[in-house]
T-cell receptor, first 117, second 112 residues
Framework: NAGVTQTPKFQVLKTGQSMTLQCAQD?????MYWYRQDPGMGLRLIYY???????DKGEVPNGYNVSRLNKREFSLRLESAAPSQTSVYFC????????????????FGSGTRLTVV | ELKVEQNPLFLSMQEGKNYTIYCNYS?????LYWYRQDPGKSLESLFV?????AVKQEGRLMASLDTKARLSTLHITAAVHDLSATYFC????????????FGTGTSLTVIP
């Protein structure tokens, strides 16, 4: 099924460890995003990539890095995990604007539940 | 600072009743999106509102947008248990689709 695939679904890290969250979309979308979701705070944008080869900071980029490997893949890296990064992470993609064909808005992945102890 | 505020944050309602969720935002935005999230699941797109006065309806849900008041509403008619979920609104002030700002969500529980 077409969509956004995230791996892993669950992860527990020790403080200071590093890891990379993987995201891939098969809808030929230009734009991809990483959000984190914390209780009572909605979703906050970490980084986004408007097109292959470009990345930009969002609202909460500190402690994260991203790579837009190709049009399909957008990864999020935690170099030195901290307990404050315990969250649910969502990858999303979008590919069109009003007047174009297809679906408007974001398509989200299923999420990665990360706990840093 | 851009703010997207939803109220109520928590809503418990009986089946068959009507209610409205409000989404206020602090910046100019011609577009507003509504999403639904079931517990432990991802977000699913419900409505896309693209202009002032836009109204969209699907089933028991109806969304509207007043860009002048910077307000969107999500109206629930004759609630059923299957509507229990968390509902998020999001604005796109740049109109580029590149940076959505989400509300904090409204957790809806429909009681039989």
């Amino acid at each position: 099924n077409a969509g956004v695939t995230q791996t892993p679904k669950f992860q527990v890290l020790k403080t200071g460890q590093s890891m990379t969250l993987q995201c891939a979309q098969d809808m030929n979308h230009n734009s991809m995003y990483w959000y984190r979701q914390d209780p009572g705070m909605g979703l906050r944008l970490i980084y986004y990539s408007a097109s292959e080869g470009t990345t930009d900071k969002g609202e909460v980029p500190n402690g994260y890095n991203v790579s837009r490997l190709n049009k399909r893949e957008f990864s999020l890296r935690l170099e030195s995990a901290a307990p404050s990064q315990t969250s649910v992470y969502f990858c999303a993609s979008s590919g069109r604007f009003p007047g174009q064909g297809g679906k408007l808005g974001y398509t989200f992945g299923s999420g990665t539940r990360l706990t840093v102890v | 600072e851009l703010k997207v505020e939803q109220n109520p944050l928590f809503l418990s309602m009986q089946e068959g009743k009507n209610y409205t969720i409000y989404c206020n935002y602090s910046t100019t935005s011609d577009r507003l999106y509504w999403y639904r999230q079931d517990p432990g699941k991802s977000l699913e797109s419900l409505f896309v509102l693209l202009s002032n006065g836009a109204v969209k309806q699907e089933g028991r849900l109806m969304a509207s947008l007043d860009t002048k008041a910077r307000l969107s509403t999500l109206h629930i008619t004759a609630a059923v248990h299957d509507l229990s979920a968390t509902y998020f609104c999001a604005v796109d002030p740049s109109n580029t689709g590149n940076q959505f700002y989400f509300g904090t969500g409204t957790s809806l529980t429909v009681i039989p």
